[in-house]
């Protein structure tokens, strides 16, 4: 038994860095820097980001994703996220945690290396409409859908799984619009409404769809590579990532709310519980959120 722990911890921490046993090297480097970064102790960002719903949002946030035909070409046509899905989940997991709990300057230089990588993602797509178009990965209005879904699916979980968010909601869109700027984002939402506004914007203009590519994506993301010992938890997270979805996304995804019969099941609760499991797996406090506040305690943060 305690074997089989030992494995299913390990497999998390490969899941979630790209790394079995030790903390990633990227993770040290949070505690160096001169100033706070963007993001303290307190702040909306850290209590969304330094809770266990994020897994849940990062499924969710993908699946939103991929209903943009250019963001899902992008993906389909440059990305080895068949062959290496992890790979680019712990990549993603980096900069996330790095404009989150690093120095402003980690925090920039972190946009920057994502955003040079873009510059060679770029092709045609048939949009909604079925016209041809060009696009490319750094497009400010690419990247705002990009920004908005994920900020949509970590607010959504969070309020759902998650603790109270100082500040409330506003505060979380405000305070990430920062990490949409880094990315080029121009004049991110800064409140829930205006991020609802803005996302509803694509869904009434017809711009999302849905088709064999997205329902190919949706598939893999129901059902990634991952090692047998985590898939029972996984099954129970993907649910929860559909059930925090609006219902005109779900539609157009192809995806229901778990249900036996027409009784619906108890995602959340099992949800809840399976959070739970993971939480004490990886621990109370995550490695990212140790370095940052090494370093806050160096530069005598006493917040």
């Known amino acids: 038994m305690r074997n089989l722990l030992r494995e299913w911890q390990a497999e998390l921490k490969q899941t979630f860095t790209g790394t079995r046993d030790a903390v990633p090297e990227w993770v040290g480097h949070l505690a160096e820097g001169d100033d706070a970064g963007y993001h303290l102790p307190g702040s909306a960002v850290w209590a969304v980001h330094g809770g266990m719903p994020t897994i849940v949002a990062g499924i969710g946030a993908l699946l939103m994703q991929a209903l943009h035909p250019a963001a899902l070409a992008g993906v389909h046509d440059h990305s080895r996220f068949r ?41 045609d797509y048939v949009d ?10 750094n497009d400010p209005e690419l990247l705002r859908w990009v920004h908005i879904a994920f900020t949509d699916a970590f607010l959504s979980a969070h309020k759902i ?12 869109v405000r305070e990430w619009a920062q990490a949409g700027t880094l990315m080029g984002v121009e004049s991110p939402p800064r409140s829930e409404a205006e991020m609802r506004r803005q996302l509803d914007r694509w869904y009434d203009d017809g711009e999302l769809s849905s088709g064999d590519r997205v329902a190919e994506t949706v598939a893999f993301i129901r059902d990634p590579p991952l090692h047998p010992v985590l ?30 019969g027409p009784l619906p099941l108890p995602v959340k609760l099992a949800t809840k519980v399976t959070l739970g499991v993971v939480h004490l797996a990886l621990g109370r406090v995550g490695p990212s959120e140790q370095a940052a506040r090494q370093r806050l305690r160096r530069l005598g943060y006493r917040g």
Request: hydrophobic share 40%; no cysteine; proline share 8%.
């Open 83 to 123: 062959e290496d899905p992890l790979g680019r989940l712990a990549g993603t997991i980096r900069w996330i945690f790095t404009v989150t709990y690093g120095s402003t300057d980690a925090a920039r230089a972190a946009s920057n290396w994502v955003l040079r990588l873009h510059e060679s993602v770029r092709g």
């Open 128 to 137: 909604a409409h079925g016209a041809l178009r060009p696009y490319t990965a």
């Open 161 to 172: 799984w998650g603790s109270p968010i100082p500040g409330g909601p506003d505060a979380y």
């Open 231 to 260: 898939r029972p938890g996984y099954r129970v997270l993907f649910a929860a990532a559909v059930d925090s979805l609006e219902p005109k996304y779900r539609h157009m995804l192809g995806l229901r709310t778990a249900r036996l």
